[in-house]
């Protein structure tokens, strides 16, 4: 029962479960989330101040949307016309819950309202890139149960962030360190992703880069303080 659960709200499976939007319909929802890549990629160019300036609007305007959704049935009939096949289940019931792209927008905001700009931009990555790998590979050749999602899905999570944090620390000359608790980082925030369920009030388009740099940015800090020796 565990693991047609885990199937029904994650995606993770190789067959169609009822309620569960398309193996298409699930591409062109993660192409979209691709996209959100250019965020942490713009983000290294910009000041904090300059990114939260563009960001910030953006958000209240997807925040806007979710309220009138709610307030409105005429509009939410509208948003559905638009974007209904690419919703998952919890996101267009009669109550609908906010969905993912909302709690991506706010994820960017607090990441890089907290985080130091290089880990921020690692985390919001790692949310991007390896939530996808999770989702398509675990839908795919899902067959195992980890937690609520499945080994293989969960795999390619941990592989895909692993390569972030290598391919960030080489662009940014980091130290060793920082791929090491990139590493640990990694698979914290698989843990979480494992545990994620559509529906919850929490989307894992938050905890995820949440739980990736609090692990991360917590790593480096007691390092650099001697509280942890040199790796």
Request: proline share 5%; hydrophobic share 50%.
């Amino acid at each position: 029962m565990a693991i047609i659960k885990e199937q029904a709200t994650s995606g993770h499976g190789l067959s169609q479960i009822p309620g569960q939007i398309s193996m298409s319909n699930e591409i062109r929802r993660k192409l979209i989330h691709l996209g959100s890549i250019s965020i942490p990629v713009v983000y290294w160019f910009l000041s904090q101040e300059t990114a939260l300036s563009i960001l910030v609007p953006m958000t209240l305007i997807a925040i806007v949307t979710e309220i009138l959704r709610r307030a409105f049935p005429g509009f939410e009939r509208w948003f559905r016309s638009f974007f209904g096949p690419l919703l998952r289940p919890h996101e267009s019931s009669t109550r609908p819950e906010i969905n993912g792209a909302t709690f991506v927008l706010i994820s960017a905001c607090l990441c890089i309202a907290i985080f130091p700009k290089i880990i921020a931009i690692t985390s919001f990555a790692v949310l991007i890139i390896s939530d996808t790998a999770s989702a398509l590979y675990g839908r795919r050749f899902g067959k195992r149960e980890f937690l609520r999602k499945s080994v293989e899905g969960s795999g390619a999570f941990f592989v895909t962030a692993v390569i972030v944090v290598f391919v960030v620390a080489y662009l940014s000359h980091a130290p060793r360190e920082f791929v090491a608790f990139g590493g640990l980082a990694s698979l914290v925030a698989m843990v979480v992703e494992g545990l994620s369920e559509g529906g919850s009030s929490i989307d894992d388009n938050m905890t995820i880069p949440m739980a990736f740099g609090a692990v991360m940015w917590g790593g480096l800090e007691l390092w650099q303080t001697g509280l942890i020796p040199v790796l």
